[in-house]
């Protein structure tokens, strides 16, 4: 097979491209990775599949780099070999300078990676991950951790970390570091905006503010409650709680709407309704968008939207 710098790679089987690679990386260069020393050391071994994975992702660079002239590679610290063939790769298949830089993976408290990999994937894009559900993953960070990201994704000084740890130390229930490390990653990412949009849920949610739900519209409240049924009611003259109940489809008849109205297990915007016979007022029972949030038990949610 003859190769030429420029357009060897292309048009190749899997076969003849690992081929083509080996002829710029050494075997043992491969085998000397310490991720694949790790594997080859393990009781389960390394398939050849894993192997030639570094292959690929090589390759993956040096088409991004001669396709998009892509210099520069980041991974988490578990993508070094791969990055490293990948420079390897490139610099003596076309004598052109590239960059790899890896950062710590973000792990769970059992050492678990976050990534899409491990269907727990954290996303940058709105569409993949709100601006709450970000939020929220930082405010749920363990103390063991906090501080480590906080140096890690914040631009706040060593200095004010320390002195957040300390008052944390003091008052462990108010959660100050983790708060602080949700607004800066989440103010990065999505903005001003986007932090309080993420913050106005959080109120919502966790602090049952009506205030803060009333300002949201309806796509983000049906964000917030992921899962809830949503109806569009016409507002009636004399309506009542039951009435109410039935029509957003609350429960299968009237007799259990009766009955677990009565004991206390229905909701309107955060407030329990214990009367059926209640009849709805504009200013108590509907929120300033028009929107009701109505909740059976403590986890079945139905939005309702009122038409005008």
């Known amino acids: 097979m003859i190769i030429n710098n420029e357009d060897w790679y292309k048009n190749m089987n899997a076969v003849e ?21 790790s594997r080859l050391n393990s009781p389960a071994g390394m398939t050849f599949t894993e192997f030639s994975y570094q292959l690929f992702q090589a390759y993956d660079w040096l088409h991004l780099f001669k396709e998009h002239q892509c210099t520069f590679q980041i991974g988490g610290n578990d993508q070094m070999g791969n990055i490293m063939s990948g420079h390897e790769l490139i610099s003596k298949a076309c004598k052109k300078p590239v960059y790899g830089l890896t950062v710590p993976l973000v792990t769970t408290e059992m050492g678990d990676k976050f990534g899409k990999s491990a269907g727990n994937a ?7 991950t709100s601006s709450f559900t970000l939020y929220q993953f930082w405010m749920r960070m363990p103390d063991s951790d ?34 602080r490390l949700a607004e800066q990653v989440t103010l990065l990412v999505h903005g001003e905006e986007g932090l309080a949009k993420a913050q106005q849920a959080t109120s919502a949610l966790y602090e049952r503010s009506v205030t803060a739900l009333g300002q949201m519209n309806v796509e983000d409240i049906g964000l917030l409650f992921s899962g809830a049924t949503v109806v569009s009611l016409l507002p009636e003259a004399g309506q009542d709680v039951l009435d109410l109940s039935m029509k957003a489809g609350c429960f299968p ?8 109205i009565s004991a206390g297990g229905f909701y309107i915007n955060q ?10 007022n504009v200013n108590v029972h509907r929120l300033q968008n028009n929107v009701s949030l109505v909740r059976v038990g403590k986890r079945n949610y139905y939005i309702v939207k009122w038409l005008s």
């Not at 491209?17 to 020393?37: N, P």
């Not at 008849?253 to 677990?260: G, L, N, V």
């Not at 407030?271 to 709805?280: D, I, M, R």
């Open 17 to 37: 491209l690992i081929g083509g690679i080996g002829r710029y990386m050494r075997m043992g260069t491969l085998l000397s990775r310490t991720s694949v020393q």
């Open 146 to 179: 906090v501080e480590k990201f906080l140096k890690l994704f914040t631009f706040d000084s060593v200095g004010s970390i320390s002195d957040l740890m300390r008052q944390h130390s003091e008052k462990p229930e108010l959660r100050l570091p983790q708060k």
């Open 271 to 280: 407030q329990k309704v214990n009367n059926p016979s209640e009849v709805l």
């Open 253 to 260: 008849t009237k007799q259990d709407a009766i009955r677990i």
């Open 122 to 128: 954290v996303w940058l894009t709105q569409e993949k």
